[in-house]
């Protein structure tokens, strides 16, 4: 079992910077592809972002493309999100997940285990 711990958010303005990390438990954190996932009030979630197990392979939705970044670092168990130039509408609750599925996957359905989520704001 995987246990995945978020950090970094806050309160941002608009166009700022922020970076989540996510930390995760459990010696096999490396065998799994790692997602972000998002959550605004009144909506339904969303993917954001995902990368392979090795780093070589990332994915991204079109609303974040060229402002968001997901990395990994599997030596401190960590995937990372790393976001500029935010955007009001990127308030939400960000969520990182892990999923054993043969291949990186944006589709939420296939993670395996979820971290508690962490609230970003972005004020106007």
């Known amino acids: 079992q995987v246990q995945l711990v978020e950090s970094g958010g806050g309160l941002v303005q608009a166009g700022g910077s922020l970076r989540l990390s996510c930390a995760g438990s459990?010696?096999?954190?490396?065998?799994?592809?790692k997602g972000w996932f998002r959550q605004a009030p009144g909506k339904e979630r969303e993917s954001v972002a995902a990368i392979s197990k090795t780093g070589g392979s990332t994915l991204y939705a079109d609303s974040v493309k060229g402002r968001f970044t997901i990395s990994i670092d599997n030596a401190k168990n960590t995937v990372y999100l790393q976001m500029n130039s935010l955007k009001p509408e990127d308030t939400a609750i960000y969520y990182c997940?892990?999923?054993?599925?043969?291949?990186?996957?944006?589709?939420?359905?296939?993670?395996?285990?979820w971290g508690q989520g962490i609230q970003v704001t972005v004020s106007s």
């Open positions: 997940a892990v999923t054993g599925n043969t291949i990186v996957t944006m589709n939420g359905g296939s993670y395996d285990y």
């Open positions: 459990g010696r096999l954190f490396s065998i799994y592809h």
